[in-house]
């Protein structure tokens, strides 16, 4: 099976359903004869014109309004927001109306909006370009949240994010973009809300998503290596949530951390924990652990940043430790 | 006689009258309802400025959109929903043009291109833009109108929205409803051109214009320029109309910051009042008439109460209804 990027990946997603859907246009900042700030679009303008691939001002909450709106208008849009970071600026239209049309109009209208954007640190981009709001998104009733980690789920899950009729926030991670993975030539659909255990085990469940995953997979590696078999749940959507995938896994290993790269106060992971617990208690031996992002604005430091993002021998530690070893 | 009136027939005329009617004694019942406690939240009522939607959404095509802000009665009305589902929403009421989902801030109604109130200032105006998009894209002719308040125009959204409006040549008539006041803040303690306000768009090279917002006739001659030239591809327009309400800013608000002067000033100017004058003075129609005609408005607006109370509630299901169209 051919191996591609995950920046490919994405990028292959975009181009056949722009081939495939005529009322489908992008709309971001610097997608157009730049190429998209971590180089998705690139190409695009040259293949489907300024028509379709639409160059914008710095302003992001009109970019995700104007969606919406063109969304109302029977167009579907795909709105770059260039980092999540920036998603702050669009809150109250993402928020208030994107997700909230819908019902609050009794069902009468629809937001076919999928809004794409880059999460994460570890690029050394410091406090304001670094950080994880997948988490807050996935907590508002209306909107769904898709956190691909492999280029295999990217283009999958995007396929089945053309598919919705209501207002996606697909989420890529910025450290993922050159990673490679394997992606059949032949069509096939990841649908949202659907688990994937990416790697088996029997004596421990490790919940992660997006580029955590890698982290979590290479833990379960060095784990093995130590007569540990983890098992790894990808979450690969946050809303919809595949829970029972996780519970299932709990219910065989008895024992479940997650791991977020988002900070640890309020975090996703806690919802995780609170659900395993709350579903799954008689399952457990241990209490549910988290690992997470340090509580801080991300420093600039090399050193410090490494120090505030979750690597494979954090995790590996509090999986030691809970087993007394 | 303004041109307006001249080319209008009599039975548009009158029609006016019966609709600003219709918008004055919804609200004045509403706000009793209200105080009754059958209505609750945030009441905000439209009295005082009825001559803008009617005039306004007078000049619109049944494609066109419209999108507004929360102040949104009037504009429903106009704009052709029938009072008995807009009390009904007011109400919460299943039968209400939002399936009681919405409330007084957020009506909708997809068969009339009723796009939505929106209760977050400024929020409604990308989606204005984003509509104006879509139509152009699709080549379609359409025509989008967007209500905003003094007090959008200090909000980010509305630079941002300007300028994507202008440089994509979209075809959005942005209609301010000037009412003097951003909830109790007078708009020029809080605005640095208030005396101007309509010429805030000139450096997006937006052309705009200001009009009597008291005067049916007159927001309807201006709006019939406006439709038109947006219509034919002239690209956004800025539309300026000066207005009044004359109660607080929603129900919750004894509006103690306006002095009786003012008041009384913008009193004597109410356009329900000066547009009957017109009528009379120049012999369109008898007090006879208009006397019939508040009448059948009067038991319209009763209907429609009537309609509101008897209506179900929505079903407990309704809650997790309508969130995802695939859940």
Known sequence: MPTITYREAVSRALREALREDERMYILGEDVGAYGGAYAVTRGFLQEFGPRRIMEAPISESAIVGTGTGSALGGLHPVIEIMTINFSLLAMDQIVNHAAKIRYMSGGQFSVPLILRTVTGGGAQLGATHSQSFEGWFASVPGLKVVVPATPYDALGLFRAVRQERDPVVFVEHILLYSTRGEVPEEPYVVPLGVADI????????????????????????????????????????LRPLDIETVLQSVQRTGRALVVEEAWKTGGFGAEIASQIQERAFDSLDAPVLRVAGADVPMPYSRELERAAIP???????????ALGK | ?????????????????????????????????????????????????????AGAISTLEPQDYIATHYRDHGHALARGLDPKVVMAELFGKVTGCSKGM???????????????????????????????LAASYLKENRVVLCILGDG??????????????AIWRLPVVFLCENNLYGMGSPVKEVFAAADEIYRIVEPYHIPSSQVDGMDVLAVREAMEGVVGRVRDGGGPYFLEAL???????????????????EEAFWQKRDPVAKHRQFLLANGIASEAELETIGQGVEEQVEEAIRFAEESPDPAPEALYENLYANP
Request: glycine letters at 10%; a neutral charge; charged letters at 25%.
């Open chain 2, 1 to 53: 006689m303004k041109p307006a009136a001249q080319a209008l027939d009599k039975r548009s005329l009158v029609d006016f009258y019966r609709q600003m009617r219709l918008l004055r004694i919804f609200e004045e019942r509403a706000a009793e309802q209200y105080m009754r406690g059958r209505v609750r939240g945030f009441l905000h009522l439209y009295i005082g400025e009825e001559a803008i939607a």
């Open chain 1, 311 to 321: 690597g494979p021998a954090a995790v590996v530690q509090a999986v030691e430790t």
């Open chain 1, 198 to 237: 990416k790697r088996p085990g029997d004596q421990f469940t490790i919940v992660a998503y997006s580029r955590m995953v890698l982290v979590a997979l290479a833990a379960a590696e060095e784990l093995a290596k130590r007569g540990i078999n983890a098992e790894v749940v990808d979450l690969r959507c």
């Open chain 2, 152 to 165: 959008a125009l200090n909000e980010g959204e509305f630079h941002e929205s300007m300028n994507l409006a």
């Open chain 2, 243 to 261: 207005t009044y309400r004359f109660r607080g800013h929603s129900m919750a608000d004894p509006s103690e910051y306006r002095s009786k002067e």
């Open chain 2, 102 to 132: 919405g409330g007084s801030m957020h009506l909708f109604d997809a068969s009339r291109n009723f796009m939505g109130g929106y209760a977050i200032v400024g929020g409604q105006l990308p989606l204005a833009v984003g509509l104006g």
